[in-house]
């Protein structure tokens, strides 16, 4: 089963809190220069055919970088789960690439490597490391719309325990460098050299 880019809208989280960032738009704190958001783009936009950004504020600035901005369709924070579900709602492909705004050394090769673990029987690829599964990290088949809708009526908030109800594999990568994402000053100091 072979899928292509074309077949795959890359879709940006960016609707956090912050909390631990002292409340900043995520997206638009800088490390090395330059915004997360920007970081981001940089290595999903070759891996798709098309972008859109899930964000609950700054949406404005966000849509002039030229992408589909979906923001929350509420003012209460419902988490990344309903981010998804946005990005589902929006996308015209089959697939999903899911990825948070702060983690801005994701691999160029993401995309290729969970959709070679996609088959017929897998709705979800889902990035994993010697440490820790990734679930913000995952390609997901768009007809998962309606799972997403059912989970967040029943009330379910965390992404992984979706997950735990869908037919998803795990691809496994050898360390966490590249999945290292921004909550404090001190993370995105620490990688200021290697951006």
Known sequence: MKISSAQVTAGILAGGE???????????????????????????????????????????????????????DTD????????????????????????PVDTPMLPLDLVARLADAMKPNIDLAVARTPDSLHPLHALMRRSLLGDVRAALFFGRRRVTEWQQQTARVPVDWPDGEDFVNINRAQDAEALVDRL
């Open 18 to 72: 912050g909390r631990r960032l002292g409340g900043a738009d995520k997206g638009w704190y800088e490390v090395a220069g330059r915004p997360l958001i920007e970081h981001t783009l940089a290595r999903v936009r070759p891996q798709a055919g098309g972008i859109v950004i899930s964000a609950n504020r700054s949406l404005s600035r966000y849509r002039s970088l030229g992408y589909t901005v979906h923001g929350d």
């Open 76 to 99: 209460e924070y419902r988490g990344p789960l309903a981010g998804i579900a946005s990005m589902l709602e929006v996308a015209v492909t089959p697939y999903v690439l899911i990825v």
